[in-house]
């Protein structure tokens, strides 16, 4: 099912992301992690690309496994900076092969080697010319990563918010926020794409934090910024492992159930491969979602 006909059906939706293993080792090790999600019926489960593109034929694969052996809505996702027009349209028409209809499309990180440069006319430098692209293939429901404090590239929220508009007016059907930890910023940037007149479904980015080391590491890729409350989390509990991993899955439940009080669109969980934590989030917030696991309805 296209996802934008999800939100005509339901709201919120509840989705979730995982990523392909790493080059070096076999994709089987991604569907037992699939396997333990299933269960808990997410409206749509989205496949990452890897670094520069690295994994794009494995990406399609699992979304291809998602949507026809498990029967789930899928979402790959689409770089455009380090593949040609040619390559991205061969993808395109692997995704459709396999009935895998909904795509997230992103421009993609510069790639890390030294010396990599922007390879012009044979590329596009922008999502928004990519959701041009799969827009006249038709068939898709077209995604968009969104910032709600702005990508780390861009001068300023405002001019990032016209680089939003530009994408959505391209034809994109949802959109998908950086991860954040303070609703406030996120209520904020809702009330900033209204009055751009964005009304497509915006679905809010959570991750549950579970080591300084992975707090330290997001924060630096995305420039996210910490609530003084999250901040005081990481002091009590910095040298005491477990304790932070409870309180980070705490923390994201907290910040779920605020966002559905509020009404949001949807909330996407960037899972990182954890299904045990996903899931102990979802068992916390089944009754307010209002859908049960198979084992329960059973």
């Known amino acids: 099912m296209l996802i934008k006909d999800k939100f005509k059906n339901k709201k ?5 992301e995982i990523f392909p293993p790493k080059k070096d080792y076999p994709v089987d090790t991604i569907y037992s992690t699939i396997d333990a999600l299933k269960d808990l019926r997410p409206d749509f489960i989205s496949v990452t690309y890897g670094a520069g593109g690295s994994t794009k034929d494995t990406t399609v694969e699992i979304a291809s496994h998602i949507r ?4 789930l809505s899928s979402l790959a996702h689409l770089t455009c900076l380090t ?5 991205i349209q061969n993808t395109l028409n ?3 092969k396999k009935g895998v209809r909904n795509i997230l499309a992103l421009r993609g990180d510069y790639p890390q080697e030294e010396g990599w440069d922007y390879k012009g006319p044979n590329h596009y430098k922008y999502a928004r010319d990519l959701i041009s692209q799969i827009k006249k293939n038709g068939d898709f429901s ?8 702005k990508h780390l ?3 300023s929220l405002e001019k990032d918010l016209l680089n939003l508009k530009e994408k959505v007016d391209a034809g994109t059907d949802f959109l998908i926020t950086q991860l954040f930890f303070d609703n406030e910023i996120f209520y904020d940037f809702k009330e900033k794409t209204a009055k751009l007149g964005i009304d497509i479904p915006i679905l809010a980015g959570i991750l549950p ?3 300084k080391k992975q707090i330290e590491k997001i924060t630096s890729l995305t420039g996210c910024s910490l609530p003084k409350k999250f901040l005081r989390i990481l002091d009590r509990y910095e040298y005491e492992p477990q ?3 409870e309180a980070g899955i705490a923390y994201a439940i907290e910040q779920i159930i605020d966002l559905l009080s509020w009404g949001v669109d949807g909330v996407h969980i960037y899972t990182m491969n954890r299904p045990k934590t996903t899931r102990r989030i979802l068992d916390n917030i089944k009754t307010i979602r209002g859908v049960l696991t198979d084992e329960e309805a059973s």
Not at 68 to 71: E, F, G, L, P, S
Not at 83 to 87: A, F, L, N
């Open 12 to 16: 919120p939706l509840i989705s979730f």
């Open 209 to 211: 934090v579970l080591s």
């Open 243 to 245: 304790a932070l991993k």
């Open 94 to 96: 692997s995704l459709k």
């Open 83 to 87: 593949s040609t027009k040619d390559e």
């Open 142 to 149: 077209i995604g968009a990563a969104c910032y709600p404090e």
């Open 153 to 155: 590239e861009c001068q």
């Open 68 to 71: 026809n052996k498990h029967r």
